[in-house]
């Protein structure tokens, strides 16, 4: 049985209190891909996604920020 997403619900909570700020630092350094795309459906079923533009686009962008190999140099 899989564990409830508590890091989606709880921005959530912080765009339900309108601080949409706080929301964004917290999708800027979210644990994976799978969390944010939780955080976008929860969004949608919660009609939620129309009121926050700029949040939407955070979740875009760092879904593609953490979907692209990593670089790194060879030691």
């Known amino acids: 049985m899989s564990r409830a997403n508590e890091w989606a619900s709880k921005v959530l909570a912080l765009l339900r209190s309108n601080n949409a700020d706080a929301a964004i630092a917290q999708i800027k350094v979210a644990p994976s891909v799978k969390d ?4 976008g459906t929860a969004l949608a079923a919660a009609g939620l996604a129309e ?3 700029a ?3 955070a979740i875009s962008d760092n879904i593609d920020a953490l979907s692209a190999p990593r670089l790194h140099r060879s030691p």
């Open 36 to 39: 944010l795309r939780q955080l």
């Open 51 to 53: 009121r926050w533009p």
């Open 55 to 57: 949040v939407n686009e």
